[in-house]
């Protein structure tokens, strides 16, 4: 198992810039696939970004160009770099770790950090 926890959230202006950071511990990092997701009020969870144990990355279209994924495995640190930041990125970010056995998803998730954008 891993435990995660975010740090890094907080209240920025719209264009601003925040970076998301998610300590693993309790398991080898390298081996997960690293994952951002957020939810706002009212709404589904949704991935905003992913990272996989060899660094290929994925991201939704609505962050495209403006938040960047990355992982540390030295650090078992995962990061999330949000540039250009709008309102509606508006959300608790959590971080993910997953990983795959025999078929099956196993995921771990972080408590979330606030983000707030004000217009």
């Known amino acids: 198992q891993v435990q995660l926890v975010e740090s890094g959230g907080g209240l920025v202006q719209a264009g601003g810039s925040l970076r998301l950071s998610c300590a693993a511990s309790?398991?080898?990092?390298?081996?997960?696939?690293m994952g951002w997701y957020r939810q706002a009020p009212g709404k589904q969870r949704e991935l905003v970004a992913g990272i996989t144990s060899d660094g290929r990355t994925n991201s939704a279209d609505s962050v495209k160009g403006r938040f960047t994924i990355s992982r540390d495995n030295a650090r078992n640190t995962v990061y999330l770099q949000m540039n250009s930041l709008k309102p509606e990125d508006t959300a608790v970010y959590y971080c993910n770790a997953a990983t795959f056995s025999k078929g099956y998803r196993y995921d771990y998730w972080g408590q979330g950090t606030q983000v707030t954008v004000s217009s």
């Open positions: 309790g398991s080898i990092f390298s081996i997960y696939t």
